[in-house]
């Protein structure tokens, strides 16, 4: 079996492998499935060309006897068919993309982005709804993520900056709040100071 | 589609309160990005790669979220359509027709959650993965369309007739199983009975229940009453036992992708719980600061219709919680997937 039933994992029967989608109910559980095939579901592994060295031809780094098909993006190596790797449209080898903190920075290969226009705004605007004291710590909180991730890659997809600016305007108001609300506590206790001092 | 962003969207994105995906159409791949509010995940399905296209037409709730906050709203211009009798009459019938349009959109977002719904699966020879935004039939067909016409140009044409190709690998491998077959196989065995959890989120769905009617006691109540000691104890170890039960179910279950619908309800029922601890405790007798907001927030009052909003949301999930744990259970227990 080639392709199973996403609702009961029964393998289905060879009728169902069609190049065109059309609607049939698998034959163990009657679910409505609409499948198509490509011809990937019939390709075994490909053979990788791994040329033997001639006289005057360059060698790969990790295999002296094969002939060079390509060099690393990365660090320069030669690298034979079984060593190159193609990622994001250039050739890289295998040490290069390997774990470790000389792995280069390429969007083709991550997995996971935090973003930290959202992680900014919300600190900067939930306060507001519910706990509105907490926004004394918040506040500054959300000023330092926005100003220290502002050029921080943001999502793979597209999506502009329009977040960290709202967070730094919530942030400051909120902040020009708070030192107005301390100068009027100084003044009214300094007023009332004076006030007892002179009766 | 830019050098900077060189994907462009493919129809059908889902965004709940938590959670979002979307799917985006690559040069030479298919980007699907699932994530909360804070951070995304991506996977790459190459278009080379991609053996199987898979739609299985089923019913899907969608967002628990989008659901619980049409209720809300549907519930709230009711309630204030039916307490503004002696209101002028344009603001009146203003409640009854705002109320009257949120609840044709919940009958049209039941109509298409039970009919016009789907999973949508992609097969490559060593994933076998559902694609989390395309679970509206329209949108999944549009998205495929799109898609086919690039596999198609990245693979080319079959050789022989897929038929024959699929009998002949058949029986050159007979004695093996595909990767993706026994993936899904280990996936199902990992997930542990699920039946003690299901209890725990009853046991939270009732004491969410008799919360409700004691907020609804508590509405009216005289503030010597309401603040009566054996009455704050209720409350907490009511309040405990659904958070406890909500937390307890919720630990169990949270890995468990199958089970994502019970996990989004724990989720905001203990966003409900959390909320009624914060303005239990200003309520309360343990709270007695004399700041201006804890004053204003134990007036009369707000504390009436604070116990309102409060005992009807506890009502709602309740309900809500209960059909859901009630009318899945069988499939539940078995970790399967049921969204319906």
């Known amino acids: 079996m080639l392709v199973f039933c996403p609702n009961c994992n029964t393998g289905l029967p060879s009728r169902f492998l069609r190049t065109d989608p059309v609607t049939t109910a698998c034959p163990a559980c009657l679910a409505d499935l609409t499948i198509q095939v490509f011809p990937a579901l019939f390709q075994t592994g490909a053979k990788i060309e791994t040329g033997t060295l001639a006289e005057g031809e360059a060698s790969c780094y990790e295999h002296p006897n094969k002939r060079a098909v390509g060099v690393c993006a990365h660090c320069g190596r030669f690298l034979c068919g079984l060593c190159e790797v193609e990622v994001g449209g250039s050739v890289w080898c295998p040490e290069c993309l390997g774990p470790g903190p000389s792995r280069p920075k390429l969007a083709a290969l991550e997995t996971s982005r935090t973003l930290y226009d959202s992680i900014a705004l919300a600190l900067a605007t939930w306060p507001l709804i519910v706990f509105l004291y907490v926004s004394v710590f918040t506040a500054p909180v959300a000023l330092y993520v926005a100003i220290r991730y502002w050029k921080a890659p943001g999502s793979l997809i597209p999506r502009n900056k329009w977040r960290f600016v709202a967070a730094i305007l919530i942030a400051l108001a909120q902040l020009a709040l708070i030192a107005a609300l301390i100068v009027a506590v100084v003044v009214a206790v300094k007023t009332a100071s004076k006030g007892t001092v002179s009766r | ?340």
């Open chain 2, 1 to 340: 589609m830019t050098a900077q962003f060189p994907y462009s969207r493919l129809p059908g994105v889902r965004r709940g309160l938590i959670r979002k995906a979307s799917l985006w159409e690559g040069t030479d791949h298919l980007l699907s990005v699932k994530g909360t509010r804070f951070s995304e995940q991506y996977r790459r399905f190459y278009y080379r790669d991609i053996q199987a296209l898979i739609l299985h037409r089923r019913a899907r709730s969608g967002s628990i979220g989008v659901w619980l906050l049409a209720i809300a709203l549907c519930v709230l211009f009711a309630l204030l359509g039916s307490l503004a009798i002696t209101a002028p009459r344009l603001l009146h019938y203003s409640y009854w027709i705002i109320n009257s349009l949120f609840f044709l959109f919940l009958v049209y977002r039941l109509i298409v959650s039970l009919k016009y719904s789907c999973r949508c699966y992609i097969q490559t020879a060593v994933t076998w993965e559902e694609l989390p935004s395309l679970y509206r039939w329209k949108n999944a067909q549009k998205a495929l369309n799109r898609i086919r016409a690039r596999i198609t140009e990245s693979q080319g044409e079959f050789a022989a007739d897929p038929q024959t190709l699929a009998e002949e690998a058949v029986t050159l491998a007979s004695s093996q199983t595909a990767p993706s077959a026994r993936r899904k196989t280990e996936e199902l065995e990992t997930i542990p009975a699920t039946t003690t959890s299901m209890n725990l989120a009853l046991l939270g769905c009732i004491a969410l229940l008799v919360i409700a009617a004691f907020l609804f006691w508590h509405m009216d109540a005289t503030a010597q009453s309401a603040t009566h000691s054996g009455v704050i104890v209720a409350n907490v170890l009511l309040t405990l036992t659904a958070g406890a039960g909500f937390s307890f179910a919720l630990f169990r279950i949270y890995k468990i992708r199958a089970l994502h619908s019970l996990r989004n309800f724990l989720l905001a029922a203990l966003g409900l719980i959390g909320l009624h601890v914060y303005f239990s405790t200003i309520f309360s007798r343990l709270y007695s600061q004399p700041d201006p907001v804890s004053m204003a927030l134990n007036s009369p009052a707000f504390r009436h219709w604070f116990s309102l909003i409060d005992g009807s949301f506890s009502l709602l999930f309740g309900i809500f919680g209960l059909a859901l744990v009630v009318l899945n259970w069988q499939n539940y227990s078995k970790g399967q997937v049921s969204n319906s």
